[in-house]
């Protein structure tokens, strides 16, 4: 018995090797005409095993490319469109270069680092403080988030203070945070509502 492991790799394993061997067939073909059919043939079978694609622009002209990709670009018959060079596919894309930004804390995020910076640099007034605010509750549902046994509104005023490079210091009689909301599941909650309209009655 010989297993798919011990046969060469398939350079489009999506088709699989049934698909190959059709391919692998046509390019033994002498005449160019039945060439042609085999071809066409094959991409038809190509199309039908994705047909939630027929709809998908440019399909047809990526199955006549996954052709010649199959056949290694060795198949000598007359493409219905321009298919895709060879050498197009050796070349390597740019690298993408990565953010060198710090994150101090992950589950704060880098957006609230910078909106600590903003206020930091926000002239003294009722919308500084009210901006403050905001991001403290914000870092606070946040924090819940990524910590769910609960947090002390100190712990966050220390984390604003640290990410500010100690220049926004608040403590919790200078600013009170909001406690987040319990979240009740809709079918609880409706459940509730009808038991509580049963004892009415």
Same mark, same amino acid.
């Given at each position: ?13 999506? !088709? +699989? $090797?049934?698909? =190959?061997? #059709?391919?692998?067939? @046509? ?5 160019? /005409? *039945? %060439? ?71 589950? !704060? +995020? $880098?957006?609230? =680092?910078? #909106?600590?910076?903003? @206020? ?5 007034? /009722? *919308? %500084? ?73």
């Amino acid at each position: 018995m010989e297993y798919n492991t011990q046969q060469r790799r398939l350079p489009l394993p999506e !088709y +699989g $090797r049934s698909v =190959q061997n #059709m391919v692998d067939h @046509a390019l033994t073909i002498e005449d160019r /005409e *039945e %060439r042609q059919r085999c071809a066409n043939t094959i991409v038809n079978i190509m199309g039908g095993m994705f047909p939630h694609l027929r709809d998908v622009e440019d399909f047809n002209h990526k199955l006549w490319d996954h052709l010649a990709i199959m056949a290694d670009f060795k198949l000598d018959i007359d493409y219905p469109v321009e298919v895709v060079k060879k050498e197009s596919l050796e070349v390597k894309p740019d690298c993408i270069p990565y953010s060198q930004n710090n994150i101090h804390y992950r589950h !704060y +995020g $880098r957006f609230i =680092q910078d #909106m600590i910076q903003v @206020a930091v640099d926000y002239p003294e007034g /009722e *919308e %500084r403080k009210q901006l403050i605010s905001m991001i403290a509750n914000h870092m606070k549902k946040d924090y819940l988030n990524w910590n769910k046994d609960g947090v002390e509104d100190q712990k966050i005023l220390d984390d604003l203070y640290e990410l500010s490079g100690g220049k926004i210091k608040l403590t919790p009689e200078d600013l009170k945070l909001v406690e987040p909301r319990t979240f009740i599941p809709r079918r609880r909650q409706m459940n509730n509502n009808n038991n509580n309209q049963r004892r009415k009655f």
